[in-house]
């Protein structure tokens, strides 16, 4: 029985492993305004699970009601567990390889963002990209993302005209000046003239 009053009932079966459907590549970019951005453009919109319900959780911690502060939580993490398993069912269906950066939670907790940070879920999100691309025979890959949004995409080069530092995130989209190609660093996809 779980601490919020609902009872589960699990069974456990064994499924053929199923081929991915998918044969395309999708690059997926974390962040908190969308809280993924695949390079085809499909997102995961950033539905704010924990802040939607904070002023109901204030008042049910306020009054001391420890069951409806339990049953606030679990309902966050179930909607966002849905959210997170729908997308991630789908880009695995449609994608045999997936790659994401390594942004780390952990690290980022420590700033001003924490509670959007960790309302994100980004750790569910690789683990289950992970677990069902190994299920459907897809490969998922984790890649350092320093200095990804400061190079281009098409020649490679870091200019000095490239956008730097956490000032350079209010710029989304910039042009290489050896290539001429323009990049939009929201979307992660490239924009060619």
């Known amino acids: 029985m779980q601490p919020f009053g609902r009872w589960?009932?699990?069974?456990?079966?064994?499924?053929?492993?199923?081929?991915?459907?998918?044969?395309?590549?999708?690059?997926?970019?974390?962040?908190?305004?969308?809280?993924?951005?695949?390079?085809?453009?499909?997102?995961?919109?950033?539905?704010?699970?924990?802040?939607?319900v904070q002023k109901q959780l204030g008042i049910a911690q306020r009054a001391n009601k420890k069951r409806r502060v339990k049953a606030i939580h679990a309902k966050v993490k179930n909607r966002r567990a849905d959210a997170i398993h729908q997308f991630t069912t789908k880009l695995v269906r449609q994608h045999s390889l997936i790659v994401v950066g390594n942004v780390s939670s952990k690290s980022l907790v420590k700033i001003k963002m924490a509670?959007?940070?960790?309302?994100?879920?980004?750790?569910?999100l690789k683990t289950q990209l992970d677990a069902k691309s190994k299920a459907m025979q897809g490969v998922f890959l984790e890649v350092n993302e320093a200095y990804s949004t400061q190079a281009c995409l098409c020649c490679g080069s870091i200019s000095i005209n490239s956008p730097k530092g956490r000032a350079g995130l209010g710029i989304r989209e910039w042009t290489c000046p050896d290539c001429g190609a323009l990049h939009d660093r929201s979307t992660i996809r490239e924009l060619t003239r």
């Open 8 to 52: 589960y009932f699990n069974v456990v079966v064994q499924v053929p492993v199923i081929e991915a459907s998918g044969r395309g590549e999708v690059g997926i970019d974390l962040g908190l305004k969308d809280y993924a951005t695949c390079s085809n453009g499909e997102k995961l919109q950033a539905n704010q699970f924990y802040r939607n």
């Open 115 to 124: 509670k959007s940070v960790l309302d994100a879920g980004w750790f569910m």
